[in-house]
């Protein structure tokens, strides 16, 4: 792996999903990801004994007003695109999220053309130096 490649999150919350090398750290890769924030849980909504299927999170872009409206927490500013709840790290929007290599693989060779169009309006500069995985939509058979 390298920086700018893409590669593939085959463990844990992004599973499946496909993401951006941005720094090479001894212990791992730190990636910038589509987020995946889950709506708040109302306080109704208690869990029962029974362990229900959760449905995951849509991915999608850091919205800083939205997000305060939703969650009643407004992301500090760090720079310019640069925001920070907690101990997370957003970039452009994008989440900046640190691996271990043997959760990844480098065999993305495709992602969903959804996350292809938000990569792109993330506009993140580290996203112009790289080649874009082609979107699935995008691969056609013989005779399409």
């Excluded at 390298?2 to 844990?12: A, D, L, Q």
């Excluded at 029974?50 to 409206?69: E, F, H, M, W």
């Amino acid at each position: 792996m390298k920086i700018g490649s893409w590669v593939w999150v085959r463990k844990g919350a992004y599973k499946g999903d496909t993401a951006l090398v941005v720094a090479i750290n001894h212990w791992g890769v730190d990636m910038l990801l589509l987020p995946r924030l889950k709506p708040p849980v109302p306080d109704w909504d208690i869990p029962q004994k029974r362990k229900q299927s959760t449905i995951p999170a849509t991915p999608s872009l850091l919205d800083t007003v939205g997000y305060q409206k939703t969650y009643g927490v407004q992301p500090t500013w760090l720079v310019e695109n640069v925001y920070k709840v907690g101990q997370v790290l957003f970039e452009h929007g994008l989440l900046r999220k640190g691996y271990d290599l043997h959760l990844l693989s480098s065999t993305a060779v495709d992602m969903p053309s959804q996350f292809f169009t938000m990569y792109e309006s993330s506009r993140h500069p580290g996203l112009k130096s790289s080649k874009f995985p082609r979107p699935q939509d995008w691969i056609f058979e013989i005779g399409e």
